[in-house]
């Protein structure tokens, strides 16, 4: 799109000429217009430029010159005729650009884009979005999560995570494992930390009560995140407090079993370890300290004989095993 108009213009050069002479000899011609008035010495008010010649770069003047000179500063100035032309460059999205749009989610690793269209888009660009959506979708991460069925009371149990994804471990990744008591809804952290090279990760945590727990692995761009759960049911911790030295033979030993949690009134057996297996050879019920209280007789001399209190579980709380050995001088 062009406008056609005038604008001010203005040259400066230098020129030569006798006086009274209706010509100037000037340096340069470039940017003079035929109209544009004259000033400088000996040329005289209202003087403009009647033509010029570009090769021989003599200027005619519409009057002639007051004086001679020689090399004289010349300002030549006044409205020239001007053009001006405007280019607008318009870009219209096709599939091609849509896909080059999208490509910056994998190369910046953002969320997504969003579309905004009038219903002008090109209807080719879908299918080529959902095919470029396919090269960058991420892996799947499978988890699973080793535990005991059951833990003892205040007791350590041992939880193991493996984490793979693609057919290969993930390594060198966040894992953090939750904790929810049976009953309850809210899931809480009990520790966190990282996989090995193998994709595996150890955990370590004491419970109090029946519950679950949940492991989650960390997702990356190019992986989703990962989980896997875990039921583990609260076992009776049994400690079994008798003699570690030597005794006389035949001698009365005195054995005290305490359980967690307490219970008063929990019912525990003494058993003793024969070629026939465990045998029972006492009953009793936890005090409200969770303390029950044996008596055995130590075996003659230089013999060891194995025993084990075996609790009773109860309704929320699995049995559980304290084992101890009597040996005689």
């Known amino acids: 799109m062009s406008f056609s108009g005038t604008r001010s213009h203005k040259v400066t050069t230098t020129g030569t000429a006798a006086k009274g002479s209706l010509t100037v000899t000037v340096a340069s011609t470039t940017g003079l217009v035929n109209g544009l008035s004259v000033a400088g010495s000996a040329i005289p008010a209202g003087t403009k430029v009647a033509s010029f010649n570009a090769t021989s770069k003599v200027v005619t ?52 884009i969003t579309e ?22 991420p892996e ?15 007791v350590p149990v041992k939880v ?11 390594t060198a990744t966040t894992v953090s494992l939750y904790w929810r008591r049976t009953g309850a809804t809210a899931w809480t952290v009990l520790s966190t930390t990282t996989t090995s090279s193998t994709g595996h990760a150890t955990f370590t945590p004491a419970i109090t009560t029946s519950g679950s727990f949940r492991v989650v692995v960390a997702g990356t761009f190019d992986r989703l995140s990962g989980t896997a759960l875990r039921a583990i049911g609260l076992q009776t911790a049994v400690a079994v407090t008798a003699p570690t030295t030597a005794v006389k033979p035949a001698s009365r030993v005195a054995v005290t079993a305490r359980f967690k949690p307490i219970k008063t009134g929990q019912l525990s057996t003494l058993q003793v370890s024969t070629s026939k297996g465990w045998v029972s050879i006492a009953t009793r019920k936890a005090d409200t300290w969770g303390r029950s209280f044996y008596a055995v ?33």
């Open 61 to 112: 003047l519409t009057g002639p010159t007051s004086g001679a000179f020689t090399g004289a500063s010349l300002t030549f100035s006044g409205a020239a005729p001007a053009v001006c032309s405007i280019t607008r460059l318009g870009y219209y999205d096709d599939a091609s650009s849509a896909v080059a749009r999208a490509s910056l989610v994998g190369t910046y690793h953002l969320r997504g």
């Open 116 to 137: 905004w269209t009038i219903g002008g888009e090109d209807p080719a660009q879908w299918s080529r979005l959902r095919s470029y959506a396919g090269t960058i979708a």
């Open 160 to 170: 193991v995570v493996s984490a793979r994804s693609d057919g290969l471990p993930v």
């Open 297 to 329: 007789r130590s075996p003659a001399k230089g013999v060891a004989t194995h025993y084990r209190v075996v609790a009773t579980g109860y309704s929320g709380v699995a049995g559980g095993y304290g084992y101890f050995t009597v040996r005689s001088a």
């Open 140 to 154: 799947s991460t499978a988890v699973s999560l080793s535990a005991p069925a059951y833990g003892p009371y205040g």
